[in-house]
Structure formats: structure tokens, C-alpha cells
């Protein structure tokens, strides 16, 4: 299974940006598939995930102004970033996991992207 992200980049507080993750050789009937980001000197952190009955979940800190989805003809996972702030800024990595994501604790997902770097100016 390989993960490949893209989308990162530079924007101003208040932009938006959306990122992608290309999944390619999974075979699984079901998924999970997260997004997390790490700043500099910080822990990674869950942003949200998704599943294969299309719930979703997000950490508080994004609620309202992420949108994670998932295209599964293009096998595309989505993350849609809008007001963004400084306080965004890091990499973002997608995961995957053939597990329900109700079982899935903290970052324990199986299969990871290489990750995108988002940078958010004040």
C-alpha cells in the first residue's frame, strides 16, 4: 500500500488549501483513512478521519473549518482547509488502516504518506 500526498503549501491566515492523498494497492473491502500534522518541536496530532461509511470526525481545533472526504473511483482521500491559521502550520500526513475506526487508538494506523508541508502566514 502506498500513500502519496500533495496540495501543501504556502497561504495567508484566512486561506484556504486542500490537500490529496493518493492511495494505491490497497486491497481491503473496508477503511480508515486519517489525516495528522506535526509542527516543529510538537507531538503529531490527529486532524480527523474517515470511514467507509463516509463518518467523519475532527480534533476541536478544526472543527468547523476542515473538511476531510473521500473519492473512491479517483481511491482519493481529501482534505479541505479553510480559515486557515498560523497555528495550522505543519506537515500533514494521511494514513490508512483496514480496521474500523472505532478501534483505532491515537495513531496507530498501518500505512502512512510521506507528508505535505503547510505553511500559514499571519
Known amino acids: 500500500v502506498e500513500l502519496v500526498e500533495s496540495g501543501g503549501g504556502s497561504v495567508q491566515a484566512g486561506g484556504s488549501l486542500r490537500l490529496s492523498c493518493e492511495v494505491f494497492?490497497?486491497?481491503?473491502?473496508?477503511?480508515?483513512m486519517g489525516w495528522f500534522r506535526q509542527a516543529p518541536g510538537k507531538a503529531r496530532e490527529e486532524v480527523g478521519r474517515i470511514d467507509s461509511d463516509n463518518v467523519t470526525r475532527y480534533a476541536d481545533s478544526v472543527t468547523g473549518r476542515f473538511t476531510i472526504s473521500m473519492d473512491r473511483v479517483a481511491n482519493t482521500l481529501y482534505l479541505q482547509m479553510d480559515s486557515l491559521r498560523p497555528e495550522d502550520t505543519a506537515m500533514y500526513y494521511c494514513a490508512a488502516d483496514p480496521l474500523l475506526c472505532s478501534v483505532i487508538p491515537r495513531d496507530l494506523f498501518d500505512y502512512w504518506g510521506q507528508g505535505t508541508q503547510v505553511t500559514v502566514s499571519s
Open positions: 494497492g490497497y486491497t481491503y473491502g473496508r477503511y480508515c
